[in-house]
Nanobody, 122 residues
Framework: QVQLVESGGGLVQAGGSLRLSCAAS????????MGWFRQAPAKEREFVTA????????YYADSVKGRFTISRDNAKNTVYLQMNSLKPEDAAVYYC???????????????WGQGTQVTVSS
């Protein structure tokens, strides 16, 4: 299992930007598809974005397309989430995830970080 540690969450005004980082412990990080999920209060955890092991393919939830960008640096065992034009509805705990798979339209992950809070004020 991959150990994941997120950072970069915080409070931002609507329209602002934040960059989340996720550092992974395992040397085989570069073999895993990575991604981000989020969970708002009283809501289920939802898929946000994913990136293939080599970084050549990315996937986004419709709600964040054009505003969020996922990237990875395999040399640093780190995946990033750049969030621009943030909206109050983006507020949630954001979870880094490793070793993702997709079944139909549903994304699954085998390892999770502890989460980082993103708060967006209107």
């Amino acid at each position: 299992q991959v150990q994941l540690v997120e950072s970069g969450g915080g409070l931002v005004q609507a329209g602002g930007s934040l960059r989340l980082s996720c550092a992974a412990s395992k040397r085989t990080f570069s073999r895993y598809a990575m991604g981000w999920f989020r969970q708002a209060p009283a809501k289920e955890r939802e898929f946000v974005t994913a990136i293939s092991w080599g970084g050549g393919s990315t996937y986004y939830a419709d709600s964040v397309k054009g505003r969020f960008t996922i990237s990875r640096d395999n040399a640093k065992n780190t995946v990033y989430l750049q969030m621009n034009s943030l909206k109050p509805e983006d507020a949630a705990v954001y979870y880094c995830a490793a070793d993702l798979d997709r079944g139909g339209s549903t994304w699954y992950a085998r390892s999770w970080g502890q989460g980082t809070q993103v708060t967006v004020s209107s």
